[in-house]
């Protein structure tokens, strides 16, 4: 059984850091690995989608790694904002499971202006 | 509006009542998912549907009831609600292994 886990769980960084959120799971045999971004009271937003074949993804000030190998997979943020304050999850889609993905429980940053 | 909405967003029951949570996605995603959000737990799913008149169990499906008469629309039903299934819900949809999307979820509370 695929196990996702996110370490820190919660994270706090002065604004302008760069920061890394990780990401670990035991089943390397994956289709794909899914960050999202959830606000307090709100629903999950899709950040960044790595397929099993790629190694990073980036958009904007965001950069997603995949070691398949190692089972990892980091979320870089760079110059942090006020505005990134949020939860972060990440989601794991195994090569087996028939469409169904795993969550990790979140790393909960705040960034201090 | 593209995109996927649930309603209701709050809603307040009593226990033993039924309840459909209602789920609707514009993209005709093949896939769609029903996940409940616990203080402790993360995000469980509870059930999810590869097509229409296709659904599956997940991790926590008792005392819940899904259907997918079409490819849009994807309800949950609480058949007789409990207090331990006060809870977040979440709906979310996919084409085949591709980027989930989620809706904006339902803050269920029964007492």
């Known amino acids: 059984k695929q196990e996702v886990t996110q370490i820190p769980a919660a994270l706090s960084v002065p604004e302008g850091e760069n920061l890394v959120l990780n990401c670990s799971f035991t089943?390397?045999?994956?289709?794909?690995l899914q960050w999202f971004r959830q606000d307090p009271g709100k629903g999950l937003t899709s950040l960044l989608l790595?397929?099993?074949?790629?190694r990073e993804q980036t958009s904007g000030r965001l950069n997603a790694s995949l070691d398949k190998s190692s089972g990892r997979s980091t979320l870089y943020i760079a110059a942090s904002q006020p505005g990134d304050s949020a939860t972060y999850l990440c989601a794991v889609l195994v090569l087996t499971n028939a469409g169904k993905s795993t969550f990790g429980d979140g790393t909960t940053l705040t960034v201090k202006p | 509006d593209a995109g996927i909405t649930q309603s209701p967003r709050y809603k307040i029951t009593e226990t033993g009542r039924q309840v459909t949570l209602m789920c609707h996605q514009t993209?005709?995603?093949?896939?769609m998912f029903w996940y409940r959000q616990d203080l402790g737990h993360g995000l469980r799913l509870i059930y999810y549907s590869a097509a229409a008149d296709i659904t599956d169990k997940g991790e926590v499906p008792d005392g819940y009831v899904v259907s997918r008469s079409k490819t849009e629309n994807f309800p949950l039903t609480l058949e007789s609600a409990t207090r331990s299934q006060t809870s977040v819900y979440f709906c979310?949809?996919?084409?085949?292994?591709?980027?989930?999307?989620f809706g904006q979820g339902t803050r269920l509370t029964v007492v």
């Open positions: 979310a949809s996919s084409e085949s292994r591709s980027e989930a999307f």
């Open positions: 790595i397929q099993s074949s790629q």
């Open positions: 993209w005709s995603h093949s896939y």
């Open positions: 089943d390397s045999a994956i289709y794909n």
